[in-house]
């Protein structure tokens, strides 16, 4: 154990370091924690992944700020997964439920130096989106939920405006419920919907 002077005391022995052992090893502790983060960072960031299954239209995607990632659903259940980077500190991206409220295939930033975010989905109008764009493995953006670019250029012509994008603080996933209290349908009209479209 090394107490506040620098001296390390074991089985009754104690031994006095020197100023630049202190320092040496307080340097190589601190190198030790950064590379573990770093390591635990990049073990966290997801890979890219579609379902083992047929895809069906997105109804909804799931963007996770704890672990960086990105999950579409279909009716059935997820269907592709990327890695994303969100707002840095003081630029975070904003947690809560939204919808995409315009789609611009070729969008250049109005806000930052006309920076190019390919395959924009935009989900406020103060300029939060989905677009293709670096990612570090870690929160990079100034807001904005950046994507793998093919990624975003795979997933811009299935999404629709409209469509539920929620930000979660940690990790979630949708969840099937009923209650007494909620709107049933009528069996009748859903199967006479298909013949009234």
């Not at 202190?22 to 960031?45: E, F």
């Not at 939060?128 to 990624?151: K, N």
């Amino acid at each position: 154990m090394i107490n506040r002077l620098g001296t390390a005391q074991s089985a009754g022995v104690t031994r006095h370091w020197g100023p630049f052992a202190v320092v040496t090893l307080a340097a190589i502790a601190a190198l030790t924690a950064l590379t573990t983060q770093a390591g635990a960072r990049q073990a966290r960031q997801a890979a890219e992944a579609t379902a083992p299954r047929e895809a069906g239209e997105p109804i909804m995607a799931i963007v996770s700020i704890k672990s960086q990632q990105v999950t579409f659903y279909d009716a059935d259940g997820w269907i592709f997964r990327a890695p994303v980077s969100t707002g840095t500190t003081g630029r975070e991206t904003p947690a809560g439920v939204f919808a995409v409220i315009e789609k611009d295939k070729d969008h250049h930033s109005t806000m930052y130096d006309d920076a190019w975010m390919p395959n924009m989905q935009r989900i406020t109008w103060n300029g939060i989106a989905l677009h293709g764009g670096p990612l570090p493995g870690y929160a990079a953006s100034h807001g904005c939920v950046r994507m793998p670019y093919d990624f975003a250029e795979k997933l811009f012509d299935r999404t629709w405006i409209g469509m539920r994008v929620i930000i979660s603080p940690i990790d979630a996933a949708p969840v099937e419920f009923t209650h007494p209290a909620l709107f049933v349908p009528n069996a009748q009209a859903v199967a006479a919907a298909p013949a009234r479209a």
